[in-house]
């Protein structure tokens, strides 16, 4: 998968290869000029460009403000050589990012039909739907709320199922205040308050710490199951964790699809499967524990 980063153009190159890249894709195959990619809005919208690792922007998208309240996403855009690799998702995030940062409420976007099942798994939900029959390039309006307090940037829903089985199946998680912080498809992100979590030196216990890394390993499989479209029982068969620094203030496990080895191959064939992740822990930015956990999903019988 393609390393990226999110930035912000600034320069007159960097708004070069942005408007390219919008153009080439959002108004190059309809036959379009170039010119036609720009609006009005430009000058006082909120742009974020991905870039790879050469600098070559693979993804543009902007915000602009409808109200105080309301912030629209458009000219949403992802090079179609990078398509596939949860881009988009991480365009979305920074986009969302920047409007809850300045008070928005709900974002709106219209989007053509091609797009509406990625809008949708985004959190998105349709607020008014286009005749596509009549008009097959029209487009549906979607809104998402910002302002709930357990903001999930790709499939929330999936996320609060996973959240409320935790609670209910595993009470320990919910004593110790265990919440799905973040899934953008890619990545999943698991925290606890120190407050609930602590030992005799004001730090995290490390039961703790190795419960956290445990659950975000367990999570993303879990995730990525229902991705697939397959179910499993998952069960930790391994695990091993080393402590590197001590977690005074916020603790945070993060695992990454492209640290995972294993598939889902055997699974599919009604065979149990093995997995090998390996969850970083963080005291808010800094890496304080490596954990890694080898997983056997059951298939069904």
Same mark, same amino acid.
């Given at each position: 998968?393609?390393?990226?980063?999110?930035?912000?153009?600034?320069?007159?190159?960097?708004?070069?290869?942005?408007?390219?890249?919008?153009?080439?894709?959002?108004?190059?195959?309809?036959?379009?000029?170039?010119?036609?990619?720009?609006?009005?809005?430009?000058?006082?919208?909120?742009?974020? @460009?991905?870039?790879?690792?050469?600098?070559?922007?693979?993804?543009?998208?902007?915000?602009?403000?409808?109200?105080?309240?309301?912030?629209?996403?458009?000219?949403?855009?992802?090079? &179609?050589?990078?398509?596939?690799?949860?881009?988009?998702v991480s365009l979305i995030?920074? #986009?969302?990012?920047?409007?809850?940062?300045?008070?928005?409420?709900?974002?709106?976007?219209?989007?053509?039909?091609?797009?509406?099942?990625?809008?949708?798994?985004?959190?998105?939900? #349709?607020?008014?739907?286009?005749?596509?029959?009549?008009?097959?390039?029209?487009?549906?309006?979607?809104?998402?709320?910002?302002?709930?307090?357990?903001?999930?940037?790709?499939? &929330?829903?999936?996320?609060?199922?996973?959240?409320?089985?935790?609670?209910?199946?595993?009470?320990?998680?919910?004593?110790?205040?265990?919440?799905?912080?973040?899934?953008?498809?890619?990545?999943?992100?698991?925290?606890?308050?120190?407050?609930?979590?602590?030992? $005799?030196?004001?730090?995290?216990?490390?039961?703790?710490?190795?419960?956290?890394?445990?659950?975000?390993g367990w999570g993303?499989?879990?995730?990525?199951?229902?991705?697939?479209? #397959?179910?499993?029982?998952? $069960?930790?068969?391994?695990?091993?964790?080393?402590?590197?620094?001590?977690?005074?203030?916020?603790?945070?496990?993060?695992?990454?699809?492209?640290?995972?080895?294993?598939?889902?191959?055997?699974?599919?064939?009604?065979?149990?499967?093995?997995?090998?992740?390996?969850?970083?822990?963080?005291?808010?930015?800094?890496?304080?524990? @490596?954990?890694?956990?080898?997983?056997?999903?059951?298939? &069904?019988?």
């Amino acid at each position: 998968m393609t390393k990226v980063s999110v930035i912000i153009p600034s320069s007159e190159e960097t708004f070069t290869r942005y408007y390219d890249l919008r153009w080439r894709v959002l108004r190059k195959p309809f036959k379009r000029p170039p010119g036609s990619e720009k609006d009005a809005y430009d000058q006082v919208g909120d742009h974020r @460009m991905l870039v790879n690792e050469k600098g070559e922007a693979i993804g543009v998208g902007r915000i602009h403000f409808n109200s105080p309240e309301e912030a629209q996403i458009r000219f949403m855009a992802v090079d &179609p050589k990078y398509q596939g690799e949860g881009h988009g998702v991480s365009l979305i995030y920074a #986009l969302e990012l920047a409007a809850k940062e300045q008070g928005a409420e709900r974002i709106v976007i219209n989007s053509r039909e091609n797009t509406l099942g990625f809008y949708i798994r985004c959190g998105y939900e #349709l607020k008014e739907e286009a005749d596509t029959v009549k008009n097959p390039q029209a487009e549906h309006q979607l809104v998402k709320a910002l302002d709930k307090p357990d903001y999930i940037v790709y499939r &929330p829903a999936w996320c609060e199922a996973l959240q409320t089985i935790w609670h209910r199946e595993i009470p320990i998680t919910e004593a110790m205040g265990i919440q799905i912080y973040q899934y953008t498809g890619r990545t999943f992100e698991v925290r606890a308050p120190l407050a609930r979590n602590i030992n $005799v030196h004001q730090t995290m216990f490390a039961g703790s710490i190795y419960t956290l890394a445990t659950l975000a390993g367990w999570g993303m499989i879990q995730l990525h199951l229902q991705e697939e479209g #397959l179910t499993g029982g998952i $069960v930790l068969a391994d695990g091993h964790i080393e402590y590197k620094a001590p977690i005074d203030q916020e603790p945070r496990a993060v695992v990454s699809l492209s640290d995972m080895e294993g598939n889902f191959g055997g699974l599919k064939q009604g065979k149990n499967t093995h997995l090998t992740l390996n969850v970083a822990v963080y005291d808010g930015d800094d890496f304080a524990a @490596m954990f890694t956990g080898k997983y056997v999903v059951k298939a &069904p019988r």
